[in-house]
């Protein structure tokens, strides 16, 4: 049933608000996948060890191309962290989240599209600028993507629709690999002797898919959340909004607590996503088709995943859902240490796909349940982002330096485990405080 807000701006509830809002996961996830997951990692590796090294000279120092793609990632998502917050309460000011949302998803879909001049390894730099726009682009329209989520369902949904919109993600992003796919792999029926053109394709493609179905949400969802606020200079109104919700996030330790835990287990979770690619074609050697098909069966995988996670929480609680997701990367991290040969890779690509969907679902709607009724939805919403963002690029520098100097992306994994253990303990002691309270209650 359709519910309005108190602000009677935004109906809750309301299933064509709901399926337009997931439709821009259908519509990004694109992004992560062909360009993220798939064909970019792989085809990158390709060209730029096209010369029988794997070193590259980039702006004046000799490094390691998945050192180089790792850290060129993490940079962007360090400039995520900083602008976001600020973008996002001075939306609040103006009352136009949209607005913000379509910048940075124009922004995103054009640096794909770059990518499809990246034909040689001295074409590198084009190559890392690319990507540099495109997931500083996913990650900024991400921010108010997300805000929207508390605005247009009720908490006793919000577990249900932020599945649905990771469901619709994977689903639409398969459905453009699957296509991509098909025409890589009739190259020869296609009559292509270019074996550049067609990846190159891919990534001109997902920033048409990206741009072309982004305008669904762009034209139902309502522009604002709130009514726009007198703004004055709304550049310094911005960082007063961040002390602001920064000096009421101190008043809430579970929550307090819950982002702690959240900054060290995502570092983990997303690292491992964004370089599980690159390690499969470097470290195990895998074909172009081998790691296609292996993402194809992580998306499915993780589909699954958000749901049977969502079930898990519905039954025991957000809290131990987490718990024993996090506990899972952890044996994942383990495991990949010993990872030779193809099967190996299979396997904890299963796992990971088992995990993958439902700790990023869960960990979103349990942060919507657990931040104060406000109308300031988005700039909790910008917290949350930024502690991803900066576990996330925190994670890829780590994994690109270790790369770098150690030769070998095993010990970079290895690492992650360690992080994936503080996320842990500090879930522990969140689940500690929530039965403490329930004691004193009852």
Known sequence: MAIHSSSNRVVKNDPKTINAWAMYDWANSAYALVIVSAIFPAFYNTITSANGTSKLDVWGFSIENTAAYSINLGIAFGLVALISPL???MSDYSGNHRAYMRFFCYLGSIGCMLLFFFSKASMVHLALAGMLLATVGYSGSIVFYNSYLPAIATEDQQDKVSARGYAFGYLGATTLLLLNLAFILNQKALGVTDDTLLPRLSFLFTGIWWLGFAQI??????????????????????YKELLKVWNQLKTFQKLRTFLFSFFFYIMGVQTVMFMASSFGEKEVHLGLTQLIITVLLLEYLGLGGAFLFAWISKKLGNIPALIIAVFLWILICIGSYFIITPLHFYIAAFFIGLVMGGIQSLSRSTYAKMIPETENNAGYFS??????????????????????????????????GVWFTIGLILLFVVQRNRSARQMLAS
């Open 87 to 89: 973008l996002s309460s």
């Open 217 to 238: 949400p762009l034209h139902v969802l309502p522009a604002g959340l709130y009514a726009p606020k007198s703004t004055g200079h709304s550049f310094l109104n911005g």
């Open 383 to 416: 917290f949350y982002d930024v502690c991803e963002k900066l576990a996330m690029m925190c994670g890829l520098i780590m994994f690109g330096y270790l790369d770098n100097l150690t030769g070998s992306m095993r010990n970079s994994i290895m690492a992650l």
